[in-house]
């Protein structure tokens, strides 16, 4: 290669570098993620807040709140967000626009809704004893169910629902890690099955996360998560001196978990099998965490002390540390925290 054809060949791959730059930084600034959290108040209210933490939008639900225990009140997919109203037997899906978010339905429940999550086609709901299934047309919900589970407590003790390929996962407080079996279409079907080899000191299992057919699921009394697959808990780790794990999120290969008795997140590091303590305090919290969300290099959680919540957003490095960019206090005990991305 001649100096000049290499000048050449070194000003082009310079060229794409930078171009390759300028498109990473120009989808980065495109997703523009905004933070939601619900008043969970007797008229609730979604929360709408930049990614530097300053308040947006204060939009009713159309419902009452009420929930508490659970995790997941608040999911959001791209655009879409579904916000439960425990106190109406109702979730509210909102859109995000040009303008902000806007409501466009409000979804009847069979009963109190606690948690939700979106699957590839479905919306799932989870109740005090049941977990329903509704299908998505686009970002349009079927006001009806297409599917209906009752849970293997039923006792009012649920916590929260994920999805994983071909079932969904879900908590019960009373010490139940459950699978419940999708129908090729999406909806639930059969009755729930309880998840194998679980650890026999479980006590009050409560949040979890999923990826791909990984679940991560907090065992928040005994001080512990456990990884489960395929409807078999694999390996289960110990928070040590960090209490009551109770909600999680990842970010990459960190697992982040909100200690709701002492005040704080940690940080373990998930590959394999492996759930391996990275951090025991990553974050100092003012009160009790009651959820956690994670998107594009962010961490948003909430915690509640006395009367009021505190909503707390973090950045995230590459090497999984916190870094607090703002902390707002809302009155009341707030329920959920989610990201929303702008429309595709």
């Given at each position: 290669m001649t100096f000049r054809n290499f000048k050449k060949f070194s000003l082009l791959g310079l060229g794409v570098f930078l171009l390759a730059a300028v498109s990473?930084?120009?989808?980065?600034?495109q997703q523009n993620p905004l933070?939601?959290?619900?008043?969970?108040?007797?008229?609730?209210?979604?929360?709408?807040?930049?990614?530097?933490?300053?308040?947006?939008?204060?939009?009713?639900?159309?419902?009452?709140?009420?929930?508490?225990?659970?995790?997941?009140?608040?999911?959001?997919?791209?655009?879409?967000?579904?916000?439960?109203?425990?106190?109406?037997?109702?979730?509210?899906?909102?859109?995000?626009g040009v303008a902000g978010l806007h409501l466009t339905q409000v979804v009847p429940t069979a009963a109190g809704p606690l948690s939700v999550a979106f699957g590839p086609d479905h919306l799932y709901i989870l109740g005090k004893a049941t977990v329903e299934s509704h299908r998505m047309f686009g970002n349009n919900i079927s006001a009806g169910g297409d599917g209906v589970v009752s849970l293997l407590k039923s006792?009012?003790?649920?916590?929260?629902?994920?999805?994983?390929?071909?079932?969904l996962i879900i908590t019960e407080k009373s010490n139940a890690i459950e699978t419940v079996e999708l129908l090729p279409g999406g909806s639930v079907t059969g009755v729930a099955t309880l998840a194998l080899n679980i650890p026999s000191n479980v006590n009050a299992p409560f949040g979890l996360v999923t990826r791909g057919n990984d679940a991560y699921v907090s065992i928040a009394a005994a001080d512990e998560i456990?990884?489960?697959?395929?409807?078999?808990?694999?390996?289960?780790?110990?928070?040590?001196?960090?209490?009551?794990?109770?909600?999680?999120?990842?970010?990459?290969?960190?697992?982040?978990?909100?200690?709701?008795?002492?005040?704080?997140?940690?940080?373990?590091?998930?590959y394999g099998q492996k759930i391996v303590s990275d951090a025991p305090v990553a974050a100092a919290m003012n009160g009790g965490p009651t959820d956690v969300a994670t998107a594009d290099g962010l961490l948003a959680a909430i915690d509640?002390?006395?009367?009021?919540?505190?909503?707390?957003?973090?950045?995230?490095?590459?090497?999984?540390?916190?870094?607090?960019?703002?902390?707002?206090?809302?009155?009341?005990?707030?329920?959920?925290v989610a990201f929303v991305r702008e429309a595709d």
């Open positions: 990473s930084l120009r989808a980065q600034e933070v939601v959290t619900a008043t969970n108040a007797a008229s609730n209210q979604l929360l709408v807040y930049d990614a530097k933490g300053n308040l947006l939008q204060t939009l009713s639900t159309q419902g009452k709140g009420g929930a508490g225990g659970n995790s997941g009140g608040i999911e959001a997919r791209n655009n879409v967000v579904a916000v439960v109203n425990f106190g109406s037997d109702s979730v509210a899906i909102f859109e995000r006792d009012g003790s649920a916590a929260q629902v994920g999805v994983l390929p071909n079932e456990s990884l489960v697959r395929d409807g078999d808990v694999l390996a289960t780790t110990s928070t040590g001196m960090q209490h009551a794990p109770c909600w999680l999120a990842l970010a990459g290969p960190f697992l982040y978990s909100t200690n709701t008795a002492s005040h704080s997140i940690s940080r373990f590091a998930v509640i002390a006395g009367t009021v919540t505190h909503i707390s957003i973090f950045t995230v490095d590459e090497d999984g540390n916190l870094k607090l960019r703002v902390a707002d206090t809302i009155n009341g005990h707030a329920n959920g």
